[in-house]
């Protein structure tokens, strides 16, 4: 097996289609088992080598192969060996900074979309899938393995609804339609997050709350340069005349389609909120830094011409009358007194306090 790589540049030099995998180091040993089903039966296999699916295909049955964890490499060659897949969509599958997308050949599919979540920090961490969608046969392709699919994997055991008679394109259709599921989950916690930021920066804003604003604003830029795409691709799906694409099938990829641009709304909407929330706080901030300059200009106003008569009468020239005058002290505390007194005044009936 060859071993990761971290950053796509790092494949430069290599001959085009080299199969070495671009991602972050798996985290586990791969693995692939696969689900050979009809309208009457669901089986499941372990998957060790090419000849464990070659054993399990025809008879009219069809195959879902999932792969999770992508350090097979042996395996992922000798499927696309055999499956007549072009090397470059093969080496596509491995590189993990694909673009979803959307190509079309003669006997398969290929698609590439993205599994957004976000952790408990609240940043986003996306996860490629890829599918392979042949006339009986779906294999994918994962990062890692999770309970994200077992909705799909107990429908196809339970035979729960039409995902054993509507063909390997609706099975494809369910994942989609599971992937851009949980884009709604994502929108939502994003959406709690920046109800709290915005409940924070009505009470006090403060620095952090600047942080999180902004640490939000680029996690929705993220999501939605993962998401938009799949627009695109799900749009080229609908347009395929391709048979692997069954025309009782089309509705439910035009469901997906309508789930995407609903997801994307919600994220534009999101992102428009956050910009204002952005806005409020900079002009909150200039605000209150205005109103503390209007004090200190105030506490400045004043005290300028107290500071003038003191410096005058601290100069200690022999001849100041005022100096050897006996009420002059008292009398210039008065004045000062008055002088202030008078400034408020003024300062308060034009409104600058």
Partial sequence: MAHSLSHPSEKAGLPPGTLVHVGPAPAMDGRATLHRYTADQCEIF???GLDDILSQRGQGALLWVHCEGLDMIELISSLGHHCNVHPLVLEDILNTHQRPKFEQFDDHLFLV?????CDN???IRHEQISLLLFADMLITFRETADDLFNPVK?????AKGRIRTLGVDYLAYTILDTVVDNYFALADTMEEAIETAESDLLRRP???TFAAIQMLRREMVLAR???TPQREMLLGLQRSESPLVKERNLPYFRDVFDHVLRVIDTLDSLRDLLNGMLDIYLSTVSNRMNEIMKVLTIFASIFIP??????VYGMNFDNMPELHWRWAYPTLWIFFILLTGFLLFLFKRKKWL
């Fill in 121 to 123: 920090s609240l940043k």
């Fill in 225 to 227: 340069k993962m998401i």
């Fill in 206 to 208: 403060q620095p952090k």
């Fill in 306 to 311: 107290l500071t003038f008569i003191a410096g």
């Fill in 113 to 117: 979309v993205k599994i957004l979540r």
């Fill in 46 to 48: 372990p998957v060790t």
């Fill in 154 to 158: 107990l429908r196809l055991s339970g």
